[in-house]
T-cell receptor, first 109, second 113 residues
Framework: AQRVTQPEKLLSVFKGAPVELKCNYS??????LFWYVQYSRQRLQLLLR??SRESIKGFTADLNKGETSFHLKKPFAQEEDSAMYYC???????????FGKGTKLSVKP | NAGVTQTPKFQVLKTGQSMTLQCAQD?????MSWYRQDPGMGLRLIHY???????DQGEVPNGYNVSRSTTEDFPLRLLSAAPSQTSVYFC????????????FGPGTRLTVL
């Protein structure tokens, strides 16, 4: 079954520390993977997708097919990074987004 | 462009009442979907539509109906509200399915008493 697992419900780090939000997936074939972010009182928005291999707001994510992972990383966390982060993949017969349960990142001053 | 809009922002219902959550987009997107967001559960797909006149069920469709008479609008109907439907509901749209960015609405917070 196609599935996205985010093992951490909450991740708390200090400002300036590195941060890694974990995402593992279950998918047969080549997955299309995304990270979406929801800041407080704002709508969900795309942070990055693996096919574009870009860095947004200092975040990067590398697809590791061997480990079936797509972890989100940032070398130096900022307070404004505090948000809910969702990993997602395109799956299902109609190519719908399948979301993980989300990780709440809290960056302390 | 207003993007994806949802009304109302907040709603309180009594068990058994019905209501419609509105969703509209002005980006001429073909694909629209409804998700519910519950603590510890992430976002779960309720229904989706790949174009006007075409709808299909997602992961958690029971208790909800949808229709897509126009490209712009994708209302979600609760037929007989239950406390288990207390949630935050998000509508989203994208131009195609795969690889395209999904644009989300601001959400509707629904409480069923």
């Amino acid at each position: 079954a196609q599935r996205v697992t985010q093992p951490e419900k909450l991740l708390s780090v200090f400002k300036g520390a590195p941060v890694e939000l974990k995402c593992n997936y279950s998918y047969s074939g080549s997955p299309e993977l995304f990270w979406y972010v929801q800041y407080s009182r704002q709508r969900l928005q795309l942070l990055l997708r693996h096919i574009s291999r870009e860095s947004i707001k200092g975040f990067t994510a590398d697809l590791n097919k061997g480990e079936t992972s797509f972890h989100l990383k940032k070398p130096f966390a900022q307070e404004e990074d505090s948000a809910m982060y969702y990993c997602a993949l395109i799956g299902g017969s109609q190519g719908n987004l399948i979301f993980g349960k989300g990780t709440k990142l809290s960056v302390k001053p | 462009n207003a993007g994806v809009t949802q009304t109302p922002k907040f709603q309180v219902l009594k068990t058994g009442q019905s209501m419609t959550l509105q969703c509209a987009q002005d980006m001429n997107h073909e694909y629209m979907s409804w998700y519910r967001q519950d603590p510890g559960m992430g976002l779960r797909l309720i229904h989706y539509s790949v174009g006007a006149g075409i709808t299909d069920q997602g992961e958690v469709p029971n208790g909800y109906n949808v229709s897509r008479s126009t490209t712009e609008d994708f209302p979600l109907r609760l037929l007989s509200a239950a406390p288990s439907q207390t949630s935050v509901y998000f509508c989203a749209s994208s131009s195609r399915l795969s690889t395209d960015t999904q644009y989300f609405g601001p959400g509707t917070r629904l409480t069923v008493l």
